[in-house]
């Protein structure tokens, strides 16, 4: 079975009755609207633009070797520069008069350049062409990393798109690659079976030896001397190379000078005529059964360049984890700060109630216990709005964190971080969930990545069955060979063939009873189908998820209008109280449980505008609609410089961002 096929069949299902029941028409109230236009799957790594000092020029294509510009270029080495520590200008530019005022889009703009889960994936891209660079030489490629980096703290959006690894950083080992797989799958025949690749670079070995040897002459009469010596001089040379065909060409020439001497104690030794000889071989070995083919042969490459395209998935997945992750640091900071003015008005209520109450008791005109009474509340009010404010600064610090490279950079370190937008409920309408679906299906980067794992297993498998043939080689080779006392008569007559060598063999290898390369063709088949299902299963996966989402969603709306109707009554249930304690016919008492009702009402409203924020991010995350929508471009996101600037669609400015005391706050305590 293909995959293509597996993926035709699963599209055909998703369409059928059984997902048009998922939800129901108009999910949100509102109109079908239609989903964004398929974004691009792939990151056009031949196009990285200016961005951070890492990439301070154009990357060079790791894919390609060092051009012959030089002799030795081919054998220096890369230079590479080191990694950015350091925040950029964008976010300094931020900075004013001490205070980080952020939008969201300028916070999903310094994630794409600053964020190191983003910086550290985006690194992938450049090994995943060294890998194809290898292959191309003959070599095994090693495999890139996979999964999602989750060093980022905060959110909720990190672990719901692609699969977290378990190895640094949370990655995973790379399909493709020497390991043994992971989460239950196994990978460890691939690159592992399948016939051995001759290098496609040409190799050149060479042998230069000078040796000088004195050697004790068994037979004293041949020379007259009890010993004599032996000068020989060695050039050895061999060129090699190999073809996709499962073609091998070998060009050997071999050189000796040989001369013996006798030594003299009052002269130079006397040398006989020196014995020169030469030779030279051309060999072609071409592959017949066992490693026969130029698909076979160029295996290697082809995984590596379906790795490569599964890097730049997974790099898209990383970038869809950490934006939604950004947005929700975003909306729990908001949420923060809109908590802390909430607790603020309920401490000003307390404040004021406790004043008045104080000059009424001054007067006669009230009980002691009512002081009491709102002593207690100003107490309580004000250990609630340290906790508030205490979570609204370990906010900001890890919005900070995630938009920043240097963390302690002093300027950032005591600048106060303000959202300059604010939570609403949007009236964008939603698509029918069929399309949710559909769209999620065929735009999810981590489908991808499994697709193409299933293509390099397709790949493993006929390199398995290749393997199981015998190793039958077709060899023919041609030479000459030269001997003399002088180079010149030696050459020529390697060149003017007098002395050929020229023939043709077959070589042969028949392992008996082959069980290892049966092993090895029965497990890659196994790895095939377990990934088979493993590709299905996360199919359903996506679609429970989807569905999930969307009902989320609607609840959340739901929730925010409930939470503002509860906020309603709180508000209209305290005035009424305030009234009777105005007449004298309710107490301090009654009036702060009112007041408390109201507060926790407000502080529900606000979580529930926030659970509704990253609810609407969540849908978005698991469609993969979330980078097409908000703007983003992955070509800014390869080269870690944002110019294309997001533009999330819904958001609604603050009219007074940051804290705003008693701008929320509820109705003032009615004196007596």
Known sequence: MSVSRSVRGLKQAVACGSILAMLSPGLMGQTAATLPNSPSTQVNTQIKTQGQA??????????????????????????????????NERLHNLIKNGKLMLSLNDAVALALENNFDIAIARYNLDI??????????????????????????????????????????????????????SGGIVQSTQNSVGAAIDSYDPIVTGTVEASRAMIPDANPLAFGVPSYQQNTNIYNFNYAQGWATGTLAQVNFSNERLALGIPAASQEASYFRPEISGSWTATVRQHLLQGWGIDNNRREIIVAQNNRKGT??????????????????????????EDVKVKQSALEFSQKLLSDNTIQVKFGTLAKIEVVSAESAVALATQNLITSQTNLQYQQLIMENAIARNFSDPELATAEVIPTDTMTVSNEAVPPATELVNYALAHRPELEESELNLRNNQINNKAAKNALLPTVDLVGFYGAAGLNNNYGDVFSSLVNRNAVDKGAYVSLTV???????????????????????????????????????????????????????????ATESLQAEQKKYSFGASTSYLVLQQQSNLTQAASNYVAALSTYEKARVSLDQLT?????????????????????????????????????????????????
């Open 54 to 87: 890492e990439y301070a020029a154009p990357l060079t294509q790791y894919t390609q070797p060092y051009s012959w510009r030089g002799m030795w270029k081919p054998y220096e080495p890369h230079g590479m520069p080191e990694p950015v520590m350091s925040n």
């Open 128 to 181: 995943a062409d060294t890998d194809l660079l290898l292959a191309k030489s003959g070599g095994t490629v090693r495999g890139v990393s996979t999964g999602l980096l989750t060093g980022t703290p905060g959110g909720n959006a990190s672990s719901t798109t692609g699969s977290t690894g378990s190895g640094s950083g949370g990655t995973s080992t790379g399909t493709g690659g020497s390991a043994a797989g």
């Open 624 to 672: 993969a609609t979330i980078l097409d929508r908000n703007g983003i471009s992955m070509d800014d996101a390869a080269s870690g410089r944002v110019v294309h600037a997001p533009m999330i669609p819904g958001l609604q400015p603050n009219p007074t961002p940051g804290l705003a005391p008693g701008a929320n706050a509820t109705q003032q305590p009615v004196a007596k």
């Open 511 to 569: 392992p008996i009873g082959n069980r290892s390369a049966q092993a090895n063709q029965i497990r890659a088949e196994l790895e095939y189908r377990q990934n088979l299902l493993n590709f299905q299963q996360q199919k359903n996966q996506i679609i429970l998820q989807v569905r999930n989402a969307a009902f989320a969603l609607q609840q959340a709306r739901a929730g925010v209008e409930s939470a503002r109707a509860a906020r309603d009554y």
């Open 312 to 337: 730049a998935a997974s790099f898209r997945a990383q970038v869809i984890s950490t934006v939604a992750q950004i947005q929700d640091i975003y909306w729990d900071l908001v949420n923060a700060y």
